[in-house]
């Protein structure tokens, strides 16, 4: 039986998805907003935990690809206070495969294999229940009707608004990414100190994570408690503006853990935004969402995983039940919401602790997670 089957954004959910769908033999039409795979930087590294991005991957029959382009050695994690003084220094064992990181884009160019993507396919909105199916409205004005629409296109999806009226809210914590390439040579003693792979400091109400990607690039998020207007008295364009702001809002900090934001280049602010937990909706013929269309959380190392999973768990479940499309996504949509309930109250809380009053709070949560 073949159904036309549409997934809405190219990004970890959508490919996924694609890419298992693909892989049982069924065709679905990737639309994706951007006009091209390079046309936008791909983004830091991603850590895929064994129990869900990696999982994700196996189901794509992609597990050994990843093993060959991730780095174990990036699941390295420092902790300093805000003196410089390291308090946890963590390395994995060189056999160990929980969480490898792999670059954003590497990851995307693993999922988009044989994958036909239509690049340049902004859509505007869904209309499920016309006569022929859900119809897809396109910002250059083209419309097509499908069986299913799945909408993966991300925090601000635009087809989230045909099954639920809920929108993302601030969590009152933005964060402000930077980077700077070649560590290694140009800035050595930053490279030690950040290692193999991640490194975080954490004050009070703030924190400044390094993140080492492969090539030498290091990303930086500095992340902070701060009205949502924050950023919008500085020019995004002028890097100087922020840099400064940043170095004074972590003033007093040592001066090889503010490096992080002296090398950094350009400078984008980012309010962490969420969608509330256990958020879910009454089921529509039709349509349905995976990824951060459905439930965005805060950035504390599962929205990809999630994403991913929910791409491949929808993928199988249309697969082995072909004859009843509706019954297939009726029966994921119940196995996302529990997982994805589960993932929202961790990370909420998480965020809660890692940039809050008290430092400590920070520390005490990576020693949860991450017992030595
Ligand atoms: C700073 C930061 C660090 C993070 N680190 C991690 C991490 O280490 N591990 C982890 O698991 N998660 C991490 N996350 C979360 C992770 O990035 C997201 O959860 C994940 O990307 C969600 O995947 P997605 O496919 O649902 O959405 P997205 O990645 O947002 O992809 C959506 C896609 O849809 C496209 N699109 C959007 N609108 C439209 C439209 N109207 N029409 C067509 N296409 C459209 C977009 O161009 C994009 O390609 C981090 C997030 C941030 C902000």
Redesign the pocket.
Known sequence: MRHRIAV????????TFARVLHRHGYPAAV????PAPDARPP??????HEGL?QRALAKAGLLTEFQALSRPEGQAMRILDADGTVLRDWRPRPDEQANPEIDRGQLRDLLLGPLDVQWG????QVVPGTSDGVLVQF?DGRQETFDLVVG???????IRPAVSPVTPHYTGVT?V?TSFDDVDTRHPDLARLIGDGSMAVYGVNRGLVAQRNSGGHVKV?AQFRAPLDWHTSLAPADPEAVRSSLLDLFDGWAAPVLDLLRYGRAFIP?P?YVLPVSHTWTHVVGVTL????AH?MP?L???????MLDGAELAESIASDPADLDQAVRAFEEQMWARAGRWAKITTAGLERLVSPDPAEALALFDQVQPS
Do not use: C, H, K, Q
């Open positions: 809405v954004g190219g990004g970890p959910a959508g490919l639309l994706e907003r951007d983004g830091g590294t991603l850590d895929l991005g396919r902004g859509v505007t910002a993966a296109d991300g925090a601000w999806s635009r964060s990414e998020y980012r962490l995976l990824g951060d269309a965005l950035p190392g599962a929205g990809a995983n999630l994403a």
